[in-house]
Nanobody
Framework: QVLLVESGGGSVQAGGSLTVSCSAT?????LGWFRQAPGKEREGVGR????????LYADSVKGQFTIAIDKANNKVLLQMNSLKPKDTGMYYC????????????????????WGQGTQVTVAS
């Protein structure tokens, strides 16, 4: 059984930073972050494997977001810098027990387990 619980969301001014985390229990190999704005489809932000090496990011957040593994606490961190109003949305952690077949950030349907999400709001 895999359980994912996100935390750390909140409101921040444009240009600010925020780190959200995902507490993972159970075995996982690939961990991803997705976000969904109201009225829009869920989009991938990035993903990392359990080694913590070679994270991949969506083009829209490269250089702005960083994904890291906190192995001591079984958490996946999403550090977000230089936030913009368009980064507003519900942020979800997702997991899969195997590697993704392709070297991409992955689509929602490729992940088997999901957290409940944490809201991030960036005010202009």
């Amino acid at each position: 059984q895999v359980l994912l619980v996100e935390s750390g969301g909140g409101s921040v001014q444009a240009g600010g930073s925020l780190t959200v985390s995902c507490s993972a229990t159970g075995y996982t190999y690939t961990l991803g972050w997705f976000r969904q704005a109201p009225g829009k489809e869920r989009e991938g932000v990035g993903r990392i494997d359990s080694t913590g090496l070679f994270p991949l990011y969506a083009d829209s957040v490269k250089g702005q977001f960083t994904i890291a593994i906190d192995k001591a606490n079984n958490k996946v961190l999403l550090q977000m810098n230089s936030l913009k109003p368009k980064d507003t949305g519900m942020y979800y952690c997702a997991a899969k027990r195997r590697p993704l077949k392709r070297q991409t950030i992955g689509r929602p349907g490729e992940f088997d387990y999901w957290g409940q999400g944490t809201q991030v709001t960036v005010a202009s």
